[in-house]
């Protein structure tokens, strides 16, 4: 029992395993950091003396800071992200509402523009029912003034 005792980290691929254990840990570990400041920033209830004391808290003492401020606010991070996201969500398809529909009329629309062109006598009868049929077929001129007749007639 004299022979020599070797331990894990002898070996070279065991070596490799602990170092990127390591690696993958220290990643974690700035990914959760990082992911706190956010939040802290995120956070509308805390006021801005509160945000740089959690602030200097995390940055100053990091493993402090950061394990009492997940078992103080690590319940809400998820809801605060949650509402962020649907928040950005949200946003995003107000504006892809309004970019798709934005220039567009209805048909609603382009039949009153037809009716006052027809009642300023700019346009006949059979003209506006010409241009009437165009609009319920889905053909019609949609947001163009096309339907004023020609200046030789």
């Known amino acids: 029992m004299t022979g020599q005792t070797y331990l894990a980290y002898d070996f070279p691929l065991l070596s490799a395993f602990w170092t990127m254990l390591w690696f993958f840990l220290w990643i974690l570990w700035f990914i959760l950091l990082f992911r706190i400041i956010t939040d802290i920033f995120r956070d509308d209830r805390l006021n801005g003396w509160a945000k740089a004391g959690w ?3 995390c940055i ?5 800071g950061v394990f009492v401020y997940v078992i103080a606010r690590g319940k809400n991070m998820g809801r605060r992200e949650i509402a962020q996201a649907r928040a950005q969500q949200e946003q995003f398809d107000a504006y892809i509402r309004d970019t ?4 567009r009329t209805s048909s609603v629309d382009e039949l009153a523009r037809l009716a006052e062109i027809r ?3 700019d346009i006949t009868d059979e003209e506006f029912q010409k241009a009437k049929q165009l609009v319920l077929s889905g053909h019609g001129p949609a947001g163009s003034g096309s339907t004023a007749r020609p200046s030789g007639t």
Not at 60 to 64: A, Q, R, T
């Open 100 to 103: 798709a529909g934005g220039g």
């Open 55 to 57: 602030l200097v808290f």
């Open 119 to 121: 009642d300023r006598g």
């Open 60 to 64: 100053l003492l990091p493993f402090l």
